[in-house]
């Protein structure tokens, strides 16, 4: 895998205008300048947003499909009619069906909680699975994170005899599946204002319609809001952008997950070696997260469900250690199969504007990790891939410059099945079509991206000498969390810095740890990957980073985390 990243291109904000400045006067002027760069210009939505306050319009009731699904929901429970909710093998998936299962048994409901093994039924609903559930009783389906793309798949389900009602944040396609309701503010014909709910989250509206329904009747008590940790943990695991609707769920349920009440949630922070009151959003994307999706990436997601879904403590550490166990193998494979896609992708050639690996042995459960490691070091779409004997499955990683899901759809007379958003999507295909499918895809990239500059981009809040950096600054970046996707850490730029020492750090010597100064003050830094600098480190130069506290060995010390070096005077 190459080591060297691509050079980035620095973009410093616009400084605040003086009108939005003095409308922002009562905050600190750093965070003026923060709140300015993401579109917050008056001091009510300022404050709005600082204080994550749920936006108005938003009542789960006003979303379509969701009065006529509590409606039939609500028949299911009076009338102790089996449901099931049929999830994705996802963190986002795993974590809407444990809140759903939750919720329904909580009031009293007969549930059971359905995952598909990615690596025998594929993504999905699927047909087996179906006539299966059927077969065991159940007369209602709910789909959570997946079935917007299955017509075929719900015309079955109505030919059995099944209730389905569909519950999928993904963007659907021109014809909707003839299910019994669909809830998606994508679909054509919905006013709900958040369109970026994850999967997690829309099972939290229809969970928060049925709670407060005055058509179940059950002298049983349920608080929504106990289920927000997962919608935390789903949201930011799927990448959703944490802004609007999002962030006011995500900051609520970070709250629960630093008192955790769920077994499974204290069990996966104590084998991530975390502190439940000092957790994050970053801590649920690297480490969390990444747990959750370890059992569905190389087995089955059942055991994730069940860490969510168990009150036992005995059983909620032995899950957490198998999820802790495979996570250490995804680990290891994900290596490997980077390291031969890349030979494979870049072997034809190098400058594609589209990069794309197929192998028989890749694992399927692990091929999107390897396109989206390609994405982010060579900043191109990427498609990595497993050729079956008949059929070729593949997950899609894309740059903001180009929309995945749409290429796909240009192409979908070739695809057997595909779905997704802009940035992340997978697909199906016979292996008859693929070398057509690779081709015309790679055609509308060269369309799309052969003139545009092809760099990653990093976008600096505010340029400030290093000697401003005071600690009091970090309290108001807290004010910003949750950060992540969409509402991005804050970044900072130090220019004319003098580097009083260096060494490279980390089992292969990858990272750079320096310590920088600009005269008036010292701080020490961490590089991650970007320990090729220790050789040709100029004499001056300028960082691009975040300010944040360093906590090892019980010691605090405030660093700054690079994301990138350049010598001074070189254009940004």
């Known amino acids: 895998m190459n080591t060297t990243p691509l050079r980035k291109r620095w973009v410093i904000a616009q400084r605040i205008s003086p009108e939005v400045d003095l409308a922002l006067q009562a905050y600190h002027p750093a965070l003026r300048q923060i709140l300015y760069n993401r579109g917050y210009i008056t001091a009510e939505s300022a404050q709005s947003f600082l204080e994550a306050r749920t936006p108005v319009g938003t009542e789960p009731g006003g979303m379509l499909g969701i009065p006529e699904s509590v409606d039939r929901i609500s028949y299911a429970l009076m009338h102790s009619e089996p449901i099931a909710v049929y999830g994705d093998y996802d963190a986002d998936g795993v974590t809407a069906t444990a809140l759903l299962v939750n919720t329904l048994g909580s009031l009293g409901g007969k549930v059971t909680g359905y995952i598909p093994n990615r690596f025998d039924e594929g993504y999905g609903l699927n047909k087996e699975a179906l006539e299966s559930l059927y077969t065991q009783g159940s007369r209602l389906v709910i789909t959570v994170d997946c079935g917007i793309r299955s017509p075929e798949e719900a015309d079955f389900a109505r030919h059995l005899g099944l209730d389905l009602i569909i519950s999928d944040h993904h963007h659907p396609a021109a014809e909707l599946p003839d299910a019994f309701a669909i809830i998606n503010p994508k679909q054509s014909g919905d006013s709900y204002p958040d369109k970026d709910l994850a999967g997690v989250g829309l099972a939290y509206k229809l969970a928060s319609a049925l709670s407060s329904s005055n058509l179940i009747a059950t002298p049983r008590t349920f608080d929504v809001d106990s289920t927000l940790d997962l919608v935390a943990l789903g949201t930011v695991a799927d990448l959703a952008p944490l802004v609007n609707e999002n962030r006011s769920l995500v900051r609520k349920g970070l709250e629960y997950i630093r008192r955790p009440n769920r077994q499974g949630i204290m069990a996966l922070i104590g084998v991530s070696g975390l502190f439940p009151d000092q957790i994050n959003a970053g801590?649920?994307?690297?480490a969390l997260g990444p747990r959750l999706n370890a059992a569905g990436r190389l087995e089955s997601a059942?055991?994730?469900?069940?860490?969510?879904?168990?009150?036992?403590?005995?059983?909620?550490?032995?899950?957490?250690q198998q999820l802790e166990i495979q996570n250490r193998d995804r680990q290891q494979i994900t290596r490997q199969i980077q390291e031969q896609a890349e030979i494979i992708a870049l072997a034809d050639d190098?400058?594609?504007?589209?990069?794309?690996a197929a192998h028989p042995e890749f694992n399927p459960g692990v091929v999107g990790l390897a396109a989206s490691r390609l994405s982010e070091v060579y900043y191109r779409p990427a498609i990595v891939a497993q050729l079956g004997e008949k059929f070729t499955r593949a997950s899609c990683r894309s740059i903001p410059e180009f929309h995945i899901t749409q290429a796909l759809d240009r192409c979908a007379d070739l695809l057997e099945?595909?779905?997704?958003?802009?940035?992340?999507?997978?697909?199906?295909?016979?292996?008859?079509?693929?070398?057509?499918?690779?081709?015309?895809?790679?055609?509308?990239a060269s369309q799309e991206l052969a003139d545009k500059d092809l760099r990653p981009k990093l976008y600096a809040d505010l340029e400030l000498p290093l000697s401003e950096l005071k600690p009091e600054l970090l309290r108001y970046l807290e004010w910003l969390q949750p950060t992540g996707f969409g509402n991005r850490q804050v970044l900072f730029v130090s220019r004319e810095l003098k580097v009083t020492s260096a060494r490279?750090?980390?089992?292969?010597?990858?990272?750079?740890?320096?310590?920088?100064?600009?005269?008036?003050?010292?701080?020490?830094?961490?590089?991650f990957q970007q320990g090729h600098w220790i050789d040709i480190l100029p004499p001056k130069i300028d960082l691009i980073y975040h300010f944040e506290k360093n906590e090892y060995n019980g010691r605090t010390s405030l660093q700054l985390n690079v994301r990138d070096i350049k010598p001074s005077g070189m254009p940004d």
């Open 302 to 320: 059942l055991a994730a469900l069940q860490l969510l879904t168990t009150s036992d403590v005995g059983e909620a550490a032995r899950l957490a």
């Open 417 to 444: 099945h595909h779905g997704g958003h802009a940035a992340a999507a997978g697909f199906t295909v016979r292996n008859e079509n693929l070398p057509v499918l690779v081709e015309s895809l790679r055609a509308i």
């Open 350 to 356: 190098p400058e594609a504007l589209l990069l794309f």
């Open 283 to 286: 801590h649920i994307g690297f």
């Open 504 to 527: 490279t750090v980390g089992r292969e010597s990858n990272h750079l740890r320096l310590s920088v100064s600009d005269g008036r003050i010292t701080y020490d830094a961490i590089a």
